[in-house]
């Protein structure tokens, strides 16, 4: 595999921009699965800096998930470490129910609580659609929008639990898409199919965690990581960015991420924004645009083949002719309502 092209821990570690948020996390627990390398490293990493304790959950598998001999976690949690921070590994299987709750699990045991999960784990098996095997839609969808869930609903679980004692919920889920559902993401459709997915469940929780003061948002990130380098846009684009900083650093995304995760996002739940280096973007989603309607009965084929067309802009505008009392006028004076003086 080629070297991780995520940038050195001393950048990831530099203190913000902004001091007073430094220590904004203190005390929180974090789990971010997907860990070990690019934006899930950088998430980890930042999230640290800004004093969270955090699980890094990560397998070390290759890009399209196959096993592979290496341990990227652990090298995470020990640059966590050397630079004063608390971070522990996690090996499980978040694809699995078994393996969501033992990932969150471990948090609780090691420091007695779950605040924030950053789900970020998955991989890729890119084909065009008529090349797609069973296998290839199955496992893609059950790392990125299963794993979502497996680690979502124990950790919900525990803040629910927390709120009818009688305590005070600090939950925040911030869960990963990708900006592919913006321009269809042909020869990703088990991808993009997945993250729409993790989309759609991301704006559903949100609803359902409000009454225990829980929030969950979502990330459309760009940036270069090893995953992003199977298909062919990040290397399309590298160097296009404006500015002279890396605009395809995964930090970016992680700042974002920290912000999803403090103190000061607590107002912002079921939102989806896209991130890639100084560009942040709302989404709005699942938003109904242009309609036709009718009260008097439903539509049939024969008008659809006139109005479907108009909701595109595209075929004449429809007509408007007067009513029948102003047609009948005009008939008995012998003429039509649309010609000149009625004649």
């Given at each position: 595999?080629?070297?991780d092209?995520?940038?050195?821990?001393?950048?990831?570690?530099?203190?913000?921009?902004?001091?007073e948020?430094d220590?904004?996390?203190?005390?929180r627990?974090?789990?971010?699965?997907?860990?070990g390398?690019?934006?899930?490293?950088?998430?980890?990493?930042?999230?640290?800096?800004?004093?969270a304790?955090?699980?890094?959950?990560?397998l070390?598998?290759n890009?399209d998930g196959?096993?592979?001999?290496?341990a990227?976690?652990?090298?995470?949690?020990?640059?966590?470490?050397?630079?004063?921070?608390e971070a522990?590994?996690?090996?499980?299987?978040?694809?699995?129910?078994?393996?969501?709750?033992?990932?969150?699990q471990?948090?609780?045991?090691?420091?007695?609580?779950?605040?924030?999960?950053?789900?970020?784990?998955g991989f890729?098996?890119p084909?065009?659609?008529?090349?797609?095997?069973?296998?290839?839609?199955d496992?893609?969808?059950?790392?990125?929008?299963?794993g979502?869930?497996?680690?979502?609903?124990?950790?919900?679980?525990?803040?629910?639990?927390?709120?009818k004692?009688?305590?005070?919920?600090?939950?925040?889920?911030?869960?990963?898409?990708?900006?592919?559902l913006l321009?269809?993401?042909?020869?990703q459709?088990?991808?993009?199919a997945?993250?729409?997915?993790?989309?759609a469940?991301?704006?559903a929780i949100?609803?359902?965690?409000a009454?225990?003061?829980?929030?969950?948002n979502?990330?459309?990130?760009?940036?270069?990581?090893?995953?992003a380098?199977?298909g062919?846009r990040?290397?399309?684009?590298?160097?296009?960015?404006?500015g002279t900083?890396?605009?395809?650093?995964?930090?970016?995304?992680?700042e974002?991420?920290?912000?999803?995760?403090?103190?000061?996002?607590?107002?912002?739940?079921g939102?989806?924004?896209?991130?890639?280096?100084?560009?942040?973007?709302h989404?709005?989603?699942?938003?109904?645009?242009?309609?036709?309607?009718?009260?008097?009965?439903?539509?049939?084929?024969?008008d659809?083949?006139d109005?479907?067309?108009?909701?595109?802009?595209?075929?004449?505008?429809?007509?408007?002719?007067?009513p029948?009392?102003?047609?009948?006028?005009?008939?008995?004076k012998?003429?039509?309502?649309?010609?000149?003086d009625?004649?």
């Amino acid at each position: 595999m080629p070297d991780d092209p995520t940038p050195p821990s001393a950048a990831l570690l530099e203190p913000s921009a902004t001091p007073e948020a430094d220590r904004m996390l203190a005390g929180r627990v974090a789990v971010v699965t997907g860990g070990g390398r690019g934006i899930g490293r950088a998430h980890a990493m930042r999230l640290a800096a800004y004093g969270a304790k955090v699980v890094v959950n990560d397998l070390g598998v290759n890009t399209d998930g196959t096993p592979s001999d290496e341990a990227p976690a652990e090298q995470v949690a020990a640059e966590i470490r050397a630079a004063g921070g608390e971070a522990v590994t996690d090996g499980h299987d978040i694809s699995t129910a078994a393996g969501g709750e033992a990932v969150v699990q471990r948090a609780i045991d090691e420091w007695g609580r779950i605040d924030v999960v950053v789900n970020n784990a998955g991989f890729g098996r890119p084909r065009m659609v008529y090349n797609l095997s069973e296998a290839e839609w199955d496992d893609v969808i059950r790392v990125h929008l299963k794993g979502t869930f497996s680690v979502t609903a124990p950790a919900t679980r525990w803040w629910r639990s927390e709120h009818k004692a009688g305590r005070a919920v600090y939950g925040r889920v911030v869960n990963t898409s990708t900006g592919l559902l913006l321009m269809a993401g042909a020869g990703q459709s088990n991808y993009t199919a997945a993250k729409a997915g993790c989309l759609a469940f991301t704006e559903a929780i949100a609803t359902e965690l409000a009454p225990i003061g829980a929030t969950a948002n979502c990330i459309l990130p760009g940036a270069r990581t090893r995953l992003a380098a199977v298909g062919w846009r990040t290397a399309r684009n590298a160097g296009t960015g404006p500015g002279t900083f890396d605009h395809q650093s995964p930090v970016h995304v992680a700042e974002l991420v920290c912000y999803l995760a403090s103190p000061y996002a607590q107002w912002i739940s079921g939102q989806a924004f896209t991130v890639s280096g100084g560009l942040i973007q709302h989404v709005a989603t699942f938003v109904a645009q242009e309609r036709i309607h009718r009260d008097d009965r439903g539509w049939a084929v024969g008008d659809l083949k006139d109005e479907v067309p108009r909701m595109f802009g595209a075929g004449p505008h429809r007509s408007d002719p007067p009513p029948r009392e102003w047609q009948d006028r005009y008939r008995a004076k012998g003429g039509s309502a649309t010609s000149p003086d009625g004649g």
